[in-house]
């Protein structure tokens, strides 16, 4: 399958082919101007990209980065990428160029407190690739990034992984937060593409892992990986969780995640719902838990590269479908290619036409 192909204008414009998010539910495919390669910077020709739950919240209009004024219409959108450097700008190392690639979503402005201690990822002037100030992302032919945001993809590391490499950071994030030991027992709420690498992962760790969701699919698909149990909320056991991971949009789990964990024990909150959820601290003080919240995949990165390339966790079962950007829209209402696996996630091919 051939790269990018440059295409000019009448105007003599070089253009890609890009998906437009123009407001809640109006999009399109069109034709954009190219990017180039600015200093220290660098272009990449995209080969996969993973449809997001995010990108399903801006479809709908429902993200609150919309409401806080941190994004706009249009946007293009993409945040779970891989592709190879086609240009590379001044001051760029040569040997970038041809390289296999994914990179970090979370863009700090490189001179504030945070980003000076480390913790880019909660920059308060961030950009987001395809989420936050409009950064373009990588529903297109073609990406521009700052090198420093590269994160280089060994052989071992194929196409669909390291288009799992941006969700597969964040689930490592949780399981560390976890705190896991071998033989400790956790149960993962939503059994989403987050969920179910947060099982995998801490699976590979040699951790009991459960699963509970709502959805008869989804929870049929979760059967199909080996995990110890997976349940609807009726009929999880009661026995005791030493740590409670909740990767669900529901506002009610959160509670509940607290509820259900052992004294003493840890709640990572991952996922995020679309309206407020409300804990009480009194319970998690008179429980002694640890609650952590994970907002991206940013140190997670080059953890999972390497789970991936070891061959430790193979998450390319989760991908139900491969299809090309005329395609995006409909699966952004929550339709499924003709022909889709049972998985949670869609990835996205620029170079089908």
Known sequence: MVGFVARRTTRGEIVMRAFVLAGPREFEVQDVPAPVATPGGVVIDVQRVGVCGTD??????????????????????????????????????????????TGDTMLGCGVCRRCLQGNQHVCEFRKEVGIRDNFPGALAEQLAMPVTALHALP????????????????????????????????????????????????????????????????????????????????????????????????????????ELVEPAGRVVYVGLAGSHSLIDTRTMALKDVTAVGILSASPGLAGTIDLYASGAVDPRSLVAAVAGLDAVGSILAGDRPVGSGAGPKMHIDPRIV
Do not use: C
Not at 71 to 77: E, G, N, Q, S, T
Not at 201 to 224: N, W
Not at 239 to 257: E, F, G, H, R, T
């Open 155 to 258: 052989d071992s590391v194929d196409d669909v992984l390291g288009a799992l490499v941006e969700p597969g950071g964040n689930a490592l994030r949780s399981v560390r937060a976890a705190d896991l030991q071998p033989g400790n027992r956790a149960l993962v709420l939503g059994p989403g593409t987050i969920g179910l690498l947060v099982g995998m992962i801490a699976g590979s760790q040699g951790a009991e892992v459960h699963l509970m969701g709502r959805s008869p699919r989804s929870l049929d698909f979760a059967r199909t990986l080996g995990f110890d149990g997976v349940w609807t909320e009726d009929e999880l056991p009661d026995v005791p969780w030493d740590a409670v991971i909740d990767a669900s949009n529901s506002p009610s789990l959160p509670a509940k995640a607290l």
């Open 56 to 101: 399903v919240e801006f479809f709908t209009g429902e993200m609150q980065y919309l409401h806080e004024g941190h994004a706009r219409f249009p946007m293009r959108l993409g945040h779970e990428w891989m592709g190879t450097v086609s240009a590379v700008g001044e001051g760029v190392d040569g040997a970038w160029l041809g390289r296999r690639v």
